[in-house]
């Protein structure tokens, strides 16, 4: 993977419970080199390919989603209030840009 490919896959928005951008990404990807990929009924990713029986067998394991929030409410003035999806910590969280899914696409934000 070059740098290239690693600023696509990082752009992918795939908050907890939304990873399929991410997912479908690799399983292209995977399709090239292995012969088999799948994506069960739980988001998982298995792709395998055949291997010399002398060789190790290797198997990588990473997470498909990042951290993410919960919109809670539209507040007066277009704020809005959120809870989180995952573990960020709220010492980082002030200042961040982030990016808010909607139905409708994709709104820029900053937290405050």
């Known amino acids: ?10 752009a992918l928005n795939a908050p907890v419970g939304f990873e399929e951008p991410v997912l479908e990404y690799m399983a292209a990807e995977l399709q090239v080199t292995c012969d088999h990929v799948e994506i069960d ?10 291997r010399d029986p002398s060789k190790p067998l290797v198997m990588l394991m990473a997470h498909a989603d990042e951290i993410g929030f919960l919109i809670t409410s539209i507040l ?3 704020f809005l209030a ?11 969280l002030a200042g961040q840009r982030v990016q808010v899914l909607t139905s409708k696409g994709v709104l820029q934000g900053t937290i405050g």
């Open 1 to 10: 993977m070059n740098f290239d490919e690693l600023a696509l896959l990082t």
């Open 41 to 50: 009924v739980r988001g998982n990713l298995f792709a395998r390919q055949q």
């Open 76 to 78: 007066p003035g277009g």
């Open 82 to 92: 959120f809870t989180r999806v995952g573990f960020p910590t709220d010492m980082v």
